[in-house]
């Protein structure tokens, strides 16, 4: 058993470093940034991304709800298959709309009798019933056939044609392209476009299946048939989208599921086109039932649902199964073949198998296509629950949140080398979980899988091995490691954890926590402090608010082979910035040299490239080096990144690797780069390993956020403390919270509105709000379709502006408005003027109106004997009110107190103009003293 610790170590210039209580992966880790960080082995095989998968390769988010239902069908005496599939075809004939769907086909309640079989061969077709249980849609699969005919799929979906190559075949380049990664370089990139279709080959020689046994498999004790293994047989295809080129490097849209190796016969890549594949579409609300005559009956129905074919016709993808049930079915509820892709299977049960209990049957979920999701489903009394069945599946491929009772078998890869599965949150009641040479199985099933991962699941035990050249890791979970022997002494996998569930990125699920990683970028958090709303940095998101596709870019730089240094002329001499390497010269007398140099007393340098488009933000990041000690003591080498400020000076010490780093095993060391995202932006990062250590490759993985068209624009929390400022319009946000945790301020320039949907308040919050002007654009302003108000509203002057007798601002517009500010704070007028707040339901206005001076009856700004001489003239009367200073209708006693009251009252000839910080100020002293401070102010 090999317990492996390579310590993640921080950027000592991160701003904040958080302490998680609960453990985690020494695989994937939290960063400063709150997304994961992957930490590869020697050969640079990492743990895969798996949010890929699924539906649209959303999981089960992009799923739709809203597919029209087209044709509605009743159960009819006799053979139902007919119509069901007359109406599946009429639905298949009518024209794709915009979702990508022509309908769906709507079986109402009832039992609905399948002779034979239902084929769903066109795209955006969808089967519902109305329930999954007994009393809902119920197809029954009846035996009519002769005998020893009847085992079939009840419902088949997959496509015609098959697949062609296009283009040319261009070579990777790399010695090795590691488990994991998502670019690589090729011989050329000429003939290859964004959004190409291509097919990524591994090739495979005599040499890989020797080094693994798989030529001298033994043979069988019962003498049954043992096939060796052949090249030609287990080469594996990994189908992908181009998704970006920089230069002659290739980035695809889904990990690869397996390291590539020129040793072993590299790789190829070339566009395909695929005739008559199918996609969009769905299954859902059904429930399945075989006919059967006994507990081991064989000649009913087999499979619930089958979808596509080989790995080079009948392909199905983008297809999604939900919330079906299936009973009595001798194999799978659901299989997705070679030939399915981008499939979904969700809210499911399947019960009761019928069969023999041997090998071939009850392999109740079965992906053995590519980048398909089983999640949150159940299976019982099955053998190979959760399996990859076929030969060299292809992963990525996802268990997800599943529980298997009363199994029969275990659950994991089943034959020939299934690539990049991972069993998440998996139980297993009854038996175990496996990643293991399977040896003689079968017919010589051999290595069952690599790059497994078996992450935070129950069984009764696991036997997990490494094959040469991969591995396969066990985390977090719970059940007997077995030492399996069965066919000699294996490599141990990854045991990472054992028996202690572990946490990354906040969550126990793995996969959870790559799709969180994953999702478009919409929600931002202020990080307090004083700060501009278009500075990055000022949000913990590490860009301004919108709205941003996100997606993980690796760069390996040099190359990985176990510091084999192949000459000046080859990637080991790395590109190093001039500058870069000016500055090292000049600050160290120890020569400069490149990767795989095993001398010591040298600088390691070199300069990472990477490109960012317009509007790009690298939002996270970290930094890998294989490392291997060349020289003497190693107490007091550093690494250096960056530039030549002094923190970003690292020493070994300090970032824990002097301890760790030998002259014999290579050491991975990774650096979180989250606290240095000003860094990232540059395309570029320097680094400099000093002294008496060798780096055999290095690799730089970026998380970058790029800008995408949407309706309805971000979500936006201000709420960490410190003064916001505002100074220009915001895109539309879809919502805007202010105050809550901590007091904090929202400067708004008098040129800049906000615009959001949804706006809330929260009684410690404060929005400034500075008035440079009447016309619209001159005053700043809150328009959202609903707001809900608490708090404070701040008005001030800015630019020399003095508003004048009528003048108006909507402040706020909201069709829906509830509740109104606690506390409004306003500019001081000119004499006789005063502010006027007038709330309507949808929306706040200030105007500045005529003072009132109480007594002043004569309106000349002061309160003396002339206001007297009004009051008498008008006493008693009800019509001239002009002296009626105490609104009772009646000049009278009390209006007469009044006058005596403020004899001698004038107004301030002084005019007070704060500025929009002399606001805000006040604001924040109304707020920290909880007093009120009041103005002569008329509300309505």
Same mark, same amino acid.
């Given at each position: 058993?090999?317990?492996?610790?390579?310590?993640?170590?921080?950027?000592?210039?991160?701003?904040a470093?958080s302490?998680?209580?609960?453990?985690?992966s020494?695989?994937?880790t939290?960063?400063a940034?709150?997304?994961?960080i992957?930490?590869?082995?020697?050969?640079?095989?990492?743990?895969m991304?798996?949010s890929?998968?699924?539906?649209?390769?959303?999981g089960?988010?992009?799923?739709p709800?809203?597919?029209?239902t087209?044709l509605t069908l009743?159960?009819?005496?006799?053979?139902?298959?007919?119509?069901i599939?007359?109406?599946?075809?009429?639905?298949g004939?009518?024209?794709?709309?915009?979702n990508?769907?022509?309908?769906?086909?709507?079986?109402?309640?009832g039992?609905?009798?399948?002779?034979?079989?239902?084929?769903?061969?066109?795209?955006?077709v969808?089967?519902?019933g109305t329930?999954?249980?007994?009393?809902?849609?119920?197809?029954?699969?009846?035996?009519?056939?002769?005998?020893?005919?009847?085992?079939?799929?009840?419902i088949e979906?997959?496509?015609?044609?098959?697949?062609?190559?296009?283009g040319s075949?261009?070579?990777l380049?790399?010695?090795?392209?590691p488990?994991?990664?998502?670019s690589?370089?090729?011989?050329?990139?000429?003939g290859?476009?964004?959004?190409?279709?291509v097919?990524?080959?591994r090739?495979?020689?005599a040499?890989?299946?020797?080094?693994?046994g798989?030529?001298?498999?033994?043979?069988?004790?019962?003498?049954?048939?043992?096939?060796?293994?052949?090249?030609t047989?287990?080469?594996?295809?990994?189908?992908r989208?181009?998704?970006?080129?920089e230069?002659?490097r290739?980035?695809?849209?889904?990990?690869?599921?397996h390291?590539i190796?020129q040793h072993?016969?590299?790789g190829t890549?070339?566009?395909?086109?695929?005739?008559?594949?199918?996609?969009?579409?769905?299954?859902?609300n059904?429930?399945?039932?075989?006919?059967?005559d006994?507990?081991?009956?064989?000649?009913?129905?087999w499979?619930f649902?089958?979808?596509?074919?080989?790995?080079t016709s009948?392909?199905?993808q983008?297809?999604?199964?939900?919330?079906?049930?299936?009973?009595?079915?001798?194999?799978?509820?659901?299989?997705?073949?070679p030939?399915?892709?981008?499939?979904?299977?969700?809210?499911?049960?399947?019960?009761?198998?019928?069969?023999?209990?041997t090998?071939?049957?009850?392999?109740?979920?079965d992906l053995?296509?590519e980048?398909?999701?089983?999640?949150n489903?159940?299976?019982?009394?099955?053998?190979?629950?959760?399996?990859n069945?076929?030969?060299?599946?292809k992963?990525?491929?996802v268990f997800h949140?599943s529980? /298997?009772?009363?199994?029969?078998?275990?659950?994991? %890869?089943?034959?020939r080398?299934?690539?990049?599965t991972l069993?998440?949150?998996?139980?297993?009641?009854?038996?175990?979980?496996?990643a293991?040479?399977?040896?003689?199985?079968?017919s010589g099933?051999g290595?069952?899988g690599?790059?497994?991962?078996?992450w935070?699941?129950?069984?009764?035990?696991y036997?997990?091995?490494?094959?040469p050249?991969?591995?396969n890791?066990?985390v977090?979970?719970t059940?007997t490691?077995v030492e399996?022997t069965?066919?000699?002494?294996?490599?141990?996998?990854?045991y990472d954890?054992p028996?202690?569930?572990v946490t990354?990125?906040?969550?126990?699920s793995?996969?959870?926590a790559?799709?969180?990683?994953?999702r478009?970028?919409r929600?931002?958090?202020?990080?307090?402090?004083?700060g501009v709303?278009?500075d990055?940095?000022?949000? !913990?998101?590490?860009?301004?608010?919108?709205?941003?596709?996100?997606?993980?870019?690796?760069? @390996?730089?040099g190359?990985?082979?176990?510091?084999?240094p192949?000459?000046?002329?080859?990637?080991?001499?790395?590109?190093i910035?001039?500058?870069?390497q000016?500055?090292?010269?000049?600050?160290?007398g120890?020569?400069?040299t490149g990767?795989?140099? !095993?001398a010591?007393?040298?600088n390691?340098?070199?300069?990472v490239?990477?490109?960012?488009?317009?509007?790009?933000?690298?939002i996270?990041?970290?930094?890998?080096?294989?490392?291997?000690q060349?020289?003497?003591?190693?107490?007091?080498?550093?690494l250096?990144?960056?530039?030549?400020?002094?923190q970003?000076?690292?020493?070994?010490?300090?970032?824990?690797?002097?301890?760790?780093?030998n002259?014999? !095993?290579p050491?991975?060391?990774?650096?979180?780069?989250g606290?240095?995202?000003?860094e990232?932006q540059q395309?570029?990062?320097?680094?400099?390993?000093?002294?008496?250590?060798?780096?055999d490759w290095?690799?730089?993985?970026?998380t970058?956020a790029?800008?995408?068209?949407d309706? @309805?624009g971000?979500?936006?929390?201000?709420e960490?403390g410190?003064?916001?400022?505002?100074d220009?319009?915001?895109?539309l946000?879809?919502?805007?919270r202010?105050?809550?945790?901590?007091?904090?301020?929202m400067?708004?320039?008098?040129?800049?509105?906000? @615009?959001?949907?949804?706006y809330?308040?929260a009684?410690?919050?404060v929005?400034? @709000?500075?008035?440079?002007?009447?016309?619209?654009?001159?005053? /700043?302003?809150?328009?959202a379709?609903?707001?809900?108000?608490d708090?404070?509203?701040?008005?001030?002057?800015?630019g020399?502006?003095?508003p004048?007798?009528?003048d108006s601002?909507a402040?706020i517009?909201?069709?829906s408005?509830?509740?109104?500010f606690?506390t409004?704070t306003? %500019?001081?007028l000119?004499?006789?003027l005063a502010?006027?707040?007038?709330y309507?339901?949808?929306?706040?206005?200030?105007?500045?109106?005529?003072?009132?001076?109480?007594?002043d009856?004569?309106?000349?700004?002061?309160v003396?004997?002339?206001?007297?001489?009004?009051?008498?003239?008008a006493l008693?009367?009800?019509?001239?009110l002009?002296?009626?200073?105490?609104?009772n209708?009646?000049?009278?006693?009390?209006?007469?107190?009044?006058?005596v009251?403020n004899?001698?009252? !004038?107004?301030?000839?002084?005019?007070?103009?704060p500025?929009?910080?002399?606001?805000?100020?006040?604001?924040?002293?109304?707020?920290m003293?909880?007093?009120c401070?009041?103005?002569?102010?008329?509300?309505?």
């Amino acid at each position: 058993m090999r317990l492996f610790s390579l310590p993640l170590s921080s950027l000592c210039l991160l701003l904040a470093v958080s302490t998680a209580l609960a453990v985690e992966s020494q695989w994937v880790t939290t960063g400063a940034t709150g997304r994961l960080i992957y930490t590869p082995d020697a050969e640079g095989d990492r743990i895969m991304d798996f949010s890929s998968v699924g539906y649209r390769g959303q999981g089960v988010e992009a799923i739709p709800s809203d597919v029209p239902t087209v044709l509605t069908l009743s159960p009819i005496a006799g053979d139902d298959t007919a119509q069901i599939q007359a109406a599946l075809n009429a639905v298949g004939n009518l024209p794709i709309g915009a979702n990508g769907y022509r309908g769906a086909v709507l079986l109402q309640a009832g039992s609905y009798d399948i002779n034979t079989q239902l084929l769903i061969n066109k795209s955006g077709v969808v089967l519902r019933g109305t329930g999954r249980d007994a009393g809902g849609t119920v197809l029954h699969g009846r035996t009519t056939g002769p005998n020893g005919t009847n085992q079939r799929p009840l419902i088949e979906i997959k496509g015609s044609g098959g697949l062609s190559n296009s283009g040319s075949q261009r070579t990777l380049i790399d010695k090795v392209v590691p488990a994991g990664a998502t670019s690589f370089r090729v011989n050329t990139s000429s003939g290859f476009a964004v959004g190409d279709s291509v097919r990524v080959i591994r090739g495979t020689n005599a040499q890989w299946i020797s080094d693994l046994g798989m030529d001298m498999i033994p043979p069988r004790s019962d003498g049954g048939t043992v096939t060796q293994w052949t090249p030609t047989t287990i080469n594996q295809r990994f189908d992908r989208v181009i998704t970006r080129i920089e230069g002659d490097r290739v980035f695809i849209d889904a990990p690869l599921p397996h390291a590539i190796e020129q040793h072993y016969g590299g790789g190829t890549i070339q566009r395909y086109t695929w005739s008559g594949a199918i996609d969009n579409v769905g299954i859902e609300n059904l429930r399945g039932e075989s006919d059967f005559d006994s507990a081991t009956d064989e000649d009913h129905a087999w499979e619930f649902i089958s979808i596509g074919d080989s790995h080079t016709s009948g392909r199905a993808q983008n297809v999604w199964v939900r919330d079906i049930a299936g009973k009595y079915f001798g194999d799978s509820l659901v299989v997705a073949n070679p030939g399915s892709k981008w499939v979904t299977v969700a809210n499911s049960s399947n019960e009761d198998p019928k069969s023999i209990v041997t090998g071939g049957r009850r392999y109740s979920y079965d992906l053995s296509g590519e980048l398909g999701l089983v999640t949150n489903v159940t299976a019982d009394s099955g053998r190979h629950d959760f399996v990859n069945n076929s030969t060299s599946p292809k992963g990525p491929n996802v268990f997800h949140n599943s529980i /298997a009772t009363n199994a029969q078998a275990d659950s994991g %890869p089943h034959q020939r080398y299934a690539t990049g599965t991972l069993f998440d949150n998996i139980t297993v009641v009854g038996d175990e979980i496996n990643a293991r040479n399977r040896g003689n199985a079968g017919s010589g099933h051999g290595w069952s899988g690599a790059n497994m991962v078996i992450w935070n699941s129950t069984a009764q035990g696991y036997r997990v091995q490494n094959p040469p050249g991969a591995q396969n890791w066990l985390v977090g979970s719970t059940g007997t490691i077995v030492e399996d022997t069965q066919f000699g002494p294996q490599p141990s996998g990854y045991y990472d954890s054992p028996g202690q569930a572990v946490t990354t990125g906040g969550v126990t699920s793995l996969y959870d926590a790559q799709m969180n990683d994953a999702r478009d970028l919409r929600a931002f958090r202020w990080a307090g402090g004083v700060g501009v709303w278009s500075d990055d940095l000022a949000w !913990t998101e590490g860009a301004e608010p919108g709205v941003y596709e996100v997606s993980a870019r690796d760069y @390996l730089v040099g190359d990985i082979d176990g510091f084999t240094p192949d000459g000046s002329a080859s990637v080991d001499n790395a590109y190093i910035d001039p500058q870069w390497q000016a500055l090292i010269s000049g600050s160290s007398g120890l020569p400069l040299t490149g990767f795989d140099d !095993t001398a010591g007393n040298k600088n390691v340098a070199f300069t990472v490239q990477h490109t960012l488009d317009a509007g790009e933000r690298v939002i996270h990041g970290s930094l890998a080096l294989s490392l291997k000690q060349s020289g003497g003591v190693i107490d007091s080498d550093f690494l250096r990144l960056f530039n030549s400020q002094p923190q970003n000076r690292l020493s070994f010490v300090d970032l824990g690797w002097s301890s760790q780093i030998n002259a014999t !095993t290579p050491f991975v060391g990774v650096v979180d780069l989250g606290g240095a995202l000003g860094e990232l932006q540059q395309g570029s990062i320097n680094v400099q390993v000093n002294d008496d250590v060798a780096v055999d490759w290095a690799m730089f993985v970026a998380t970058v956020a790029t800008p995408k068209a949407d309706p @309805l624009g971000a979500d936006v929390t201000v709420e960490a403390g410190g003064i916001l400022t505002v100074d220009q319009t915001p895109a539309l946000l879809r919502s805007l919270r202010l105050g809550g945790t901590a007091m904090s301020i929202m400067q708004v320039a008098s040129d800049a509105d906000l @615009l959001a949907l949804e706006y809330e308040q929260a009684a410690n919050g404060v929005l400034a @709000l500075s008035l440079g002007g009447t016309a619209a654009g001159a005053f /700043a302003s809150l328009s959202a379709g609903s707001a809900d108000l608490d708090g404070v509203l701040a008005v001030s002057l800015e630019g020399g502006f003095v508003p004048q007798l009528g003048d108006s601002f909507a402040v706020i517009s909201a069709p829906s408005l509830t509740g109104q500010f606690a506390t409004l704070t306003t %500019p001081a007028l000119a004499a006789g003027l005063a502010w006027d707040a007038s709330y309507s339901p949808t929306g706040l206005t200030l105007s500045v109106v005529t003072a009132s001076l109480p007594g002043d009856y004569n309106n000349d700004g002061q309160v003396d004997a002339a206001d007297y001489t009004v009051w008498r003239d008008a006493l008693g009367s009800q019509m001239n009110l002009a002296a009626d200073g105490s609104g009772n209708g009646i000049v009278d006693q009390a209006d007469y107190n009044v006058w005596v009251n403020n004899f001698g009252a !004038t107004f301030s000839i002084a005019i007070a103009v704060p500025e929009p910080s002399a606001g805000v100020a006040m604001a924040v002293l109304l707020l920290m003293t909880s007093r009120c401070f009041s103005r002569t102010l008329s509300t309505r």
